[in-house]
C-alpha cells in the first residue's frame, strides 16, 4: 500500500461540512491499518471565519472562501462537497475534470436534470465519486439488513419508516435554500432521501410508490440580511418574507421487489423532535426495531423467543453487529454509538475506494455511487408525481432513466 499522503478538502463549513472534517481526521484510527495516510488540506466556505473556524478546530492546514481554490490545487487529492444542492452539480464536474475524488453529500442534486449530468459524468470518470447515504454505515441499520437477508424475520411483509425533525418548526426560521424548489425537494428531499436509501438497504429495491401527500405548514419565511446557520431564529419585526416553495411534510407508501409494503413519512416541523428516525421491519418469523434516539440497541421479537414470554427484547449493539468491532475502540454492548461515526467510516470506506482495495481484501462495501444518488432522486420525484396525481400508484420497477446513463 502506497505511503505517499492523500490530501483531502472539504467545501462547505456548516454542521454537515464540519462532520465531514472530523470524519478524514479520524479515517485512520478505525478498522484496517494499511491505507494511504491523509493530509488534511483545505476547508472552503463562501463565509470564510467558518472555514477559518472549521481548518482550527479539526487541524486543516489552510482556510479559503472560494471553492475555486480547492478545484485549481494540484495538490488536493479528495474532496467532501458539502454545500446546498444547487451547487454541488458545476462543484463536481469541475474537480471531476481536474481529476479529484469526489464524496458529495446527500441529495445528489436539486434537479434531475443536474443529477443524471453528475451520474454521466461519474460513468466517464477516471476518479472515484460517492454521493453520502451515512446510515448505510449505521451498525444496527446494517444489523437489521442482515437480519432480512439471512431470513431471520421469515418473508418480510412491512416497513416502517420515519424521519422527523424539526429544523423548520419554527416560524421565526430564515429563507434558506432548503425551503426553495418544487414540491418534493423540501422534507422529502432533505431526510426523506436518507429515509429511501435506508429502506431499500434494509428490504432492496422499491418497485412502485403510491398515497402520496404533501403539505407546507409555514407558508413565508423572514428573509435574512447577514449569514446564518441552519435553525437561526431572526427577529421578525421589522423582517421582509418570502414565501416557502416545497414541503414540510411528505407521506408515502410504497411496494418492495420482495413483496413487502412500505410506509414512510418525513417531516422538517415535527415539534420537539430534533432529528427522529425510526424503523420497523416485520415479517413472518419475527420483528425488529431501531431508534436514532437509541442509536445502541434494537428490539427484535421473534419465534426463538419461549412459548408465553415473547415479546421485544433489547439487544446491544455489540462486536457480532457490522462495522462496530473494529469501529469503535471500546467495542462492546453498552458503549453504544453516534450518527457522527457513520461519517468516519463512510470516509474509510471511500479512501479504500481510492486505494482499489476490494470486498475480497477486506474492504467495507462500497459507498452509494452518484447512479445510486440518481435513483434516489428519480423515486423521490416518483413520489412528488404521485401526490400531484392525489396519490396515485406510479411504477419505478425499470427506470429508463437510469437505464439509459
Avoid at 43 to 60: K, S, V
Avoid at 79 to 88: F, Q
Avoid at 124 to 141: D, H, L, Q, S
Avoid at 290 to 299: P, Q
Wanted: with cysteine.
Amino acid at each position: 500500500m502506497s505511503t505517499t499522503p492523500l490530501s483531502v478538502a472539504v467545501i462547505g463549513a456548516g454542521m454537515a461540512g464540519t462532520t465531514h472534517a472530523n470524519a478524514w481526521r479520524q479515517v485512520g484510527t478505525v478498522f484496517d491499518l494499511g491505507l494511504p495516510p491523509v493530509r488534511l488540506h483545505t476547508i472552503a466556505d463562501a463565509h470564510l471565519p467558518f472555514a477559518e473556524d472549521a481548518a482550527q478546530r479539526y487541524g486543516y492546514e489552510r482556510a479559503v472562501d472560494d471553492w475555486r481554490v480547492v478545484a485549481e490545487d494540484p495538490e488536493i487529492d479528495i474532496v467532501s462537497i458539502v454545500v446546498g444542492n444547487a451547487l454541488h452539480r458545476e462543484i463536481a464536474e469541475v474537480l471531476i475534470r481536474a481529476g479529484k475524488h469526489v464524496l458529495c453529500e446527500k441529495p445528489l442534486a436539486d434537479t434531475l436534470e443536474s443529477a443524471r449530468a453528475m451520474a454521466q459524468a461519474e460513468k466517464e470518470a477516471g476518479v472515484v465519486t460517492a454521493v453520502g447515504f451515512t446510515y448505510r454505515r449505521n451498525a444496527a441499520v446494517a444489523e437489521l439488513a442482515k437480519l432480512v437477508a439471512e431470513g431471520h424475520l421469515g418473508e418480510i411483509n412491512h416497513f416502517d419508516g420515519r424521519y422527523w425533525c424539526d429544523y423548520g418548526v419554527d416560524p421565526a426560521t430564515p429563507m434558506a435554500w432548503r425551503y426553495k424548489g418544487p414540491m418534493g425537494s423540501g422534507a422529502l428531499g432533505d431526510v426523506g432521501s436518507h429515509l429511501i436509501d435506508t429502506a431499500e438497504v434494509i428490504c432492496g429495491p422499491i418497485v412502485s410508490v403510491s398515497g402520496a401527500a404533501m403539505m407546507t405548514s409555514i407558508k413565508e419565511r423572514p428573509v435574512a440580511t447577514g449569514h446564518v446557520t441552519r435553525g437561526t431564529a431572526l427577529d421578525t419585526e421589522n423582517a421582509t418574507y418570502e414565501p416557502v416553495e416545497n414541503d414540510d411534510v411528505a407521506t408515502f407508501t410504497a411496494h418492495f421487489a420482495n413483496g413487502a409494503v412500505g410506509t414512510f413519512s418525513c417531516s422538517r416541523v415535527a415539534w420537539g423532535l430534533p432529528n427522529s428516525l425510526m424503523v420497523d421491519v416485520l415479517g413472518t418469523k419475527g420483528r425488529v426495531s431501531w431508534d436514532l434516539a437509541r442509536c445502541g440497541e434494537i428490539k427484535i421479537d421473534d419465534v426463538n423467543s419461549p412459548a408465553g414470554l415473547g415479546g421485544a427484547r433489547r439487544v446491544l449493539v455489540n462486536p457480532d453487529f457490522p462495522y462496530f468491532a473494529r469501529g469503535s475502540s471500546m467495542a462492546f454492548g453498552g458503549v453504544g454509538l453516534t450518527q457522527i461515526e457513520q461519517f468516519t467510516y463512510q470516509a474509510h470506506a471511500f479512501l479504500q475506494q481510492v486505494a482499489c482495495l476490494t470486498l475480497e481484501q477486506g474492504a467495507l462495501p462500497r459507498c452509494a455511487s452518484f447512479a445510486d444518488g440518481y435513483r434516489e432522486m428519480l423515486l423521490a420525484d416518483a413520489v412528488a408525481r404521485s401526490a400531484a396525481a392525489g396519490g396515485a400508484a406510479v411504477d419505478v420497477a425499470d427506470l429508463p432513466e437510469l437505464a439509459s446513463l
